[in-house]
Nanobody
Framework: QVQIVESGGGLVQPGGSLSLSCTASGFAFAGYTMDWYRQVPGKERELVASITDPGTSPLYIDSVKGRFTIRRDNTNNMLYLQMDSLKPEDTAIYYC????????WGQGTQVTVSS
């Protein structure tokens, strides 16, 4: 059974940090590009960061460059997103998925940046 579970979200003050995790199962994790997305209610889901396998050239949207770091652990089928210097505009539900994306998405993890 294909399953993706995101965790690690929470409430943090501006300038703070959070570390998100994604556990993937039911498909061959190694070899797929893995992505982090985020979505704000009423808006389209947007791709935030992407990492190929072996992960030598991660990609980020401009608004998170220099603040977010994506990495992967193929041994344990895990994907991570380290988020530093968080801003209120980073508030969203964060999801992970492979590329091409699975039709079934995880529940996501809520990140709220607020004072």
């Amino acid at each position: 059974q294909v399953q993706i579970v995101e965790s690690g979200g929470g409430l943090v003050q501006p300038g703070g940090s959070l570390s998100l995790s994604c556990t993937a199962s039911g498909f061959a994790f190694a070899g797929y590009t893995m992505d982090w997305y985020r979505q704000v209610p009423g808006k389209e889901r947007e791709l935030v960061a992407s990492i190929t396998d072996p992960g030598t050239s991660p990609l980020y949207i401009d608004s998170v460059k220099g603040r977010f770091t994506i990495r992967r652990d193929n041994t344990n089928n895990m994907l991570y997103l380290q988020m530093d210097s968080l801003k209120p505009e980073d508030t969203a539900i964060y999801y992970c998925n492979k590329y091409p994306p699975l039709s079934s998405w995880g529940q996501g993890t809520q990140v709220t940046v607020s004072s």
